[in-house]
């Protein structure tokens, strides 16, 4: 099910403004891979890129490519909301459809491409709420508004809603930094369970989160303010954090950093 | 005062010498409570002088025509074979004819006005989307009697028609679209971009999330700002002189004849001396106000109906 994802010599542009330069890397299936690095340096644009979200802003493009397994997301022939169904995503913010209960939401992207197949809605919606271990949580008022959840719910919801139209590929934009401690542990709880079927990018401000959760850190950096963003130094979590190649990710990580 | 306070601890400034005069904290300042009080007068005053006008229009036409619409042949009747000077008639043609209007008017700006808008939002980029923003602004600014002359020259010099209800009903709907564009396109920009991404990156396709996310979410809004706008032209009266003049008697045809409207059944009597005349014209004063209010009030309740659940 889940698929391995091969960025080849990616640049990406907002208009005329080159925001990530030169970015190689490989996210192996059913791993999680973090993204770290200091605000504004192009991690949530790259993350971005891998569902070809980063084209929604005016002006966006990318140059090189990005390939799921042996497809590449930006061949002329690729349709973006088809790559959009195989690549799920899930927000900084917890941003549950606010006219829609909790049903509808986790239902939303099935319901939306026009599955009417009621019963198999009722099934989905349970599987997915298990799935984000939050089936237990409001399987007795699922016909109630999904905003009137915690921040925490709401997060679970999202990604109950993200895995309900069975992606490949599960994108996380810093899903935990609106949330409190208690929920934070059920999200990585729930990464660490998703990771046996999905494979799962998450970009973090959390050193400690991204050594918890992934397989694999990405360490990104600008070389100078105004220049474009680059990945810096990219592989296996407990190398990168014990033993950085570069001197640059030794200090962000130890906090030497600037 | 924090920094008066500070001038006075800090040992580099000596009491004194600081440019400000020192005062303890528990201390009042009397002139920040002087303005605060004129701010006050000020703000009140002009409530009170936006307010007055209001109540005095409303009283007024309470008392002189409240008692036509206590008659029940008011509701019921026409003022078909009714001169100035006789009592009784209804207004029911003119009441008919304004609700008439104002549905075709709807029916007709609503669709051009919502889609618009959503163009605007939702998909209007570069040169076309200013250019249509920038006519959109200029159309919010026609006066309807331009809009009223417009169309006439278009339906009855142009095209050779009769004057009927439905080239009012043109006129009316070239007020009213602007409205309903500028209400629709502030609705849905209130719409946070978050939603419409969390639709995209379930792979919903762009249209779909305007009709099943956007759009819902909204709804209220856009009906309210639509209920608003449709109130605002009840009231227009250019288009009506020009375009549909008054008659006393019920009709219903968009297409042929004269059809009454509560504005120019207003019009037709105010300049009489008679008494019958004159509580007519207030007793329609009244109705068109009501209808009105009726329709803010509508407006307001499909407000609170909202789809946004919490």
């Not at chain 1, 889940?2 to 960025?7: E, H, M």
């Not at chain 1, 992207?109 to 709420?129: A, C, Q, W």
């Not at chain 1, 397989?215 to 014990?242: C, H, M, W, Y």
Request: a positive charge; charged letters at 20%; aromatic letters at 6%.
């Amino acid at each position: 099910m889940a698929k391995r994802i091969d960025v080849k010599d990616l640049d990406i542009y907002y208009g005329d403004f080159k925001a990530v330069e030169g970015v190689t890397m490989t996210v192996e299936p059913r791993s999680v891979t973090a993204f770290i690095g200091p605000s504004g340096c192009g991690k949530s644009t790259v993350l971005r890129t891998l569902n070809r979200m980063h084209e929604v802003i005016p002006g966006g493009r990318v140059d090189g490519s990005v390939m799921l397994d042996d497809q590449d997301l930006y061949a002329s022939s690729m349709d973006p909301v088809a790559v959009r169904r195989t690549v799920g995503m899930v927000f900084q913010r917890p941003n549950p459809f606010p006219t829609m209960s909790i049903r509808d939401n986790v239902a939303a992207g099935l319901k939306l491409n026009g599955l009417k197949n009621k019963k198999k809605l009722d099934e989905v919606v349970e599987t997915s709420l298990k799935g984000a271990n939050l089936w237990n949580e409001v399987k007795d008022r699922l016909d109630k508004p999904g905003a009137g959840l915690s921040g925490g719910q709401q997060q679970r919801l999202c990604i109950a809603r993200a895995i309900a139209v069975n992606p490949q590929v599960l994108l996380m934009d810093e899903p935990c930094s609106a949330l409190d401690p208690i929920s934070t542990l059920a999200i990585e709880d729930l990464i660490n369970e998703l990771k046996s079927d999905y494979t799962i990018v998450i970009v973090t401000h959390n050193m400690q989160q991204a050594a918890r959760v992934s397989d694999q850190t990405a360490f990104f950096n600008l070389k100078a303010t105004g220049e474009p963003g680059r990945l810096v130094e990219v592989g296996d979590t407990q190398r990168i954090f014990s033993n950085p190649t570069e001197k640059a990710t030794e200090d962000y990580i130890s906090g030497r950093f600037g | 005062m924090s920094t008066a306070q500070l001038d006075t601890t800090t040992p580099t400034t000596p009491p004194g010498t600081g440019s400000s005069p020192t005062r303890g904290l528990g201390e009042r300042s009397g002139g920040r409570a002087a303005k605060d009080l004129l701010a006050k007068v000020v703000m009140w005053l002009a409530f009170a002088i936006a307010v007055v006008p209001l109540v005095w229009i409303l009283g007024s036409t309470l008392v002189k025509g409240g008692h036509m619409l206590l008659e029940a042949q008011w509701w019921t009747n026409s003022q078909a074979g009714i001169t100035s000077r006789r009592e009784g008639g209804g207004a029911v043609h003119a009441i008919q004819g304004t609700l008439i209007q104002a549905v075709v008017t709807a029916v007709m700006s609503v669709p051009v006005g919502v889609l618009t808008a959503v163009y605007l939002v939702e998909y209007g980029r570069g040169r076309l989307a200013r250019v249509v923003s920038f006519m959109v602004d200029i159309l919010t600014g026609i006066p309807s009697i331009v809009a009223a002359l417009f169309v006439y020259a278009l339906w009855v010099t142009t095209f050779g028609f009769q004057r009927v209800a439905f080239a009012v009903t043109l006129a009316l709907t070239l007020l009213m679209i602007p409205t309903v564009v500028r209400s629709t396109e502030e609705m849905l920009k209130l719409v946070p971009n978050e939603l419409r991404e969390a639709s995209y990156a379930l792979g919903v396709p762009k249209w779909k999330t305007i009709m099943k996310v956007v759009v819902p979410t909204a709804f209220s809004g856009i009906v309210t700002g639509i209920l608003l706008g449709l109130a605002r032209v009840m009231g227009e009266t250019a288009p009506l002189i020009i375009l549909g003049p008054y008659t006393k008697v019920i009709a219903t045809d968009l297409f042929g004849g004269l059809m009454a409207t509560l504005p120019t059944m207003i019009n037709q009597d105010r300049t009489e001396a008679l008494q019958p005349a004159l509580d007519r014209v207030w007793g329609a004063s009244l109705t068109l106000i009501l209808l009105v209010f009726l329709l803010n009030l509508l407006g307001r309740f499909v407000g609170r109906f909202s789809k946004v659940k919490s």
